[in-house]
């Protein structure tokens, strides 16, 4: 069945950097665009990054821009999203989703996995 696995989540300082992988099974991962979002308790989930199927494209949030990079391996199905110079506010719960075309929309994501916790310390 479909599988989104998320990992590498944690308690940060501010200014430090985290790596999220996210694992894909169940479906034909290098047809998908994929996409990182979050939430935090309260509030609805937020897009924060995208990639192409091919990888050669990508598209964030602009609270993000210039600090977080997204990236993908289509021969390991999976994609990252590398987070550098982190602030508090990046707080949330991380979700990566797949989708069939190239969107911010979380309508538009067919495919989700559990998220995984990101905590920024001030």
């Known amino acids: 069945q479909v599988q989104l696995v998320e990992s590498g989540g944690g308690l940060v300082q501010a200014g430090g950097s985290l790596r999220l992988s996210c694992a894909a099974s169940g479906f034909t991962f290098s047809n998908y665009r994929m996409a990182w979002f979050r939430q935090t308790p309260g509030k609805e989930r937020e897009f924060v990054a995208a990639i192409s199927w091919s990888g050669l494209a990508t598209y964030s949030t602009d609270s993000v821009k210039g600090r977080f990079t997204t990236s993908r391996d289509n021969v390991k199905n999976a994609v990252y999203l590398q987070m550098n110079s982190l602030k508090p506010e990046d707080t949330a719960v991380y979700y990566c989703?797949?989708?069939?075309?190239?969107?911010?929309?979380?309508?538009?994501?067919?495919?989700w996995g559990l998220g995984t916790q990101v905590t920024v310390s001030s």
């Open positions: 989703a797949a989708a069939g075309l190239f969107s911010r929309r979380q309508d538009d994501y067919d495919y």
